[in-house]
């Protein structure tokens, strides 16, 4: 029987709550298969972790997760350390050096899940949204001079390479066309930005020409935001750069119901490296402990690893469960109006899976 070996890095905050739901859930998924086995090794890497070590997670770190078949990532970050350092200590540290370049945010809204935007319903929403993941506005190039002093002096230079566009807009044209609607929307900011955003708006037409049965189009990225609230159907897979689809992608969050829904898939399609599955929340210490963070978002993650593992039929069983406890509001946490904790929705998901709610 596969065994797959997943590292689970739960982090801070509801991270520690959720990632212990995932695994879970992924447990009693592979049990439900019989096929496959799941190994989960978990890591006490975090904000915890660096107020006893003085780092985010230990130097050989990296070396102890390149094995697995992929990583569970929760949420980093402390309310006693800056976010720039918790950020780049740890998700980025894995990220880069594992040039999870693919960073994938499905956005749909679930059965029994109301949108903010009145009036739209479920299949009125279906996106995918295609963040550049490794270099652009956060490629860490810049610097401080002077510093403390009245002539203090900062840079972040956007760094955009031409090898490193054309992979992201090969991706994203390849999962365009692998969905039904085969439409890709390009996002942009050109007009201002006239150097690195020309070159990418340029890259995206060469590309294109490869996928001619994908329709695509060319938005800039203010403008993205007035058309995914106003005509949010006119819209399939997107594409932006590292800072635009970080925002946008927070925009798709919210427009879908709730930041606690929202999955996140950090690839590295070549597999030369693990890819790392999170959901898209942070720390949100306003409810760590209580017991009713949301673990739809991790749940959802986790189907996108089953996915990339090729265990397609588990991965569809989980989501159907997701979607049939969605669906009952008994089971919904606080942040989508509910009263459920955090263990009433993971009990409920594992009941789908065994098909006991059916
Ligand atoms: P970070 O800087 O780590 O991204 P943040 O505070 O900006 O953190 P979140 O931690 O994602 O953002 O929280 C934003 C809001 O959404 C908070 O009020 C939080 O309680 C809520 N929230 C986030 N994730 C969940 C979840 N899984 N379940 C319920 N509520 C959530």
């Known amino acids: 029987m596969k065994t797959y070996k997943i590292a689970a890095i739960p982090g801070d905050g509801i991270g520690g709550e959720v990632i212990s739901a995932g695994v879970e859930v992924l447990q009693a998924l592979a049990k439900r298969e019989g096929h496959f086995a799941v190994a989960v090794d978990t890591f006490d890497w975090g904000g915890e972790y660096y107020k006893t070590h003085g780092r985010m997670m230990p130097a050989n770190g990296r070396d102890l997760i390149r094995h697995h078949d992929a990583i569970l990532f929760g949420s980093a970050g402390h309310p006693d350390i800056p976010d720039h350092v918790t950020l780049w200590g740890l998700r980025l540290a894995i990220c880069q050096p594992f040039d999870q370049y693919a960073n994938v945010r499905p956005t749909r809204i679930l059965p029994g899940i109301t949108s903010p935007l009145r009036g739209v319903e479920g299949n009125e929403l279906d996106w995918v949204i295609v963040r550049e993941n490794s270099e652009g506005e956060y490629a860490g190039v810049g610097g401080r001079v002077h510093q403390g002093l009245p002539i203090e002096a900062a840079t972040d230079v956007s760094m ?6 054309e992979r992201i ?7 365009a066309q692998s969905r039904p609607r085969k439409l890709l929307t390009v996002v942009t900011k050109s007009n201002a930005q006239r150097h ?13 020409a ?11 990225v203010d403008a993205m935001t007035v058309r995914m609230v106003m005509k949010p159907q006119t819209l399939d897979t997107i594409v932006a750069t590292n800072l635009h689809a970080d925002i946008l992608s927070d925009l798709a969050a919210a427009l879908a119901g709730s930041l606690g ?15 790392m599955f999170e959901p898209i929340h942070g720390s ?11 673990p739809i978002g991790t749940f959802w ?17 989980l989501m159907a469960a997701i979607e049939r406890v969605t669906g009952d509001a008994r089971f919904h946490t606080p942040d989508l109006g509910g009263h459920a ?3 009433d929705v993971t009990a409920a998901v594992i009941d789908a899976i065994n098909g006991a709610n059916s």
């Open 160 to 165: 955009f390479t031409r090898a490193g566009v």
């Open 169 to 175: 807009m090969r991706f994203a044209f390849r999962l």
């Open 341 to 343: 904790r955090t263990t």
């Open 284 to 294: 949100a210490f306003d409810i760590t402990g209580k017991g009713i963070a949301n």
């Open 196 to 208: 690195a955003m020309v070159m990418w708006d340029e890259i995206a037409t060469t590309v294109a």
């Open 301 to 317: 993650s986790s189907v996108m690893l089953l996915d990339h593992l090729g265990e397609a039929a588990a991965a569809r069983r």
């Open 210 to 220: 490869e996928f001619p049965d994908v329709t695509w189009d060319k938005m800039l």
């Open 261 to 275: 829904i929202a999955p996140t898939a950090n690839l590295n399609p070549e597999r030369t490296f693990p890819s």
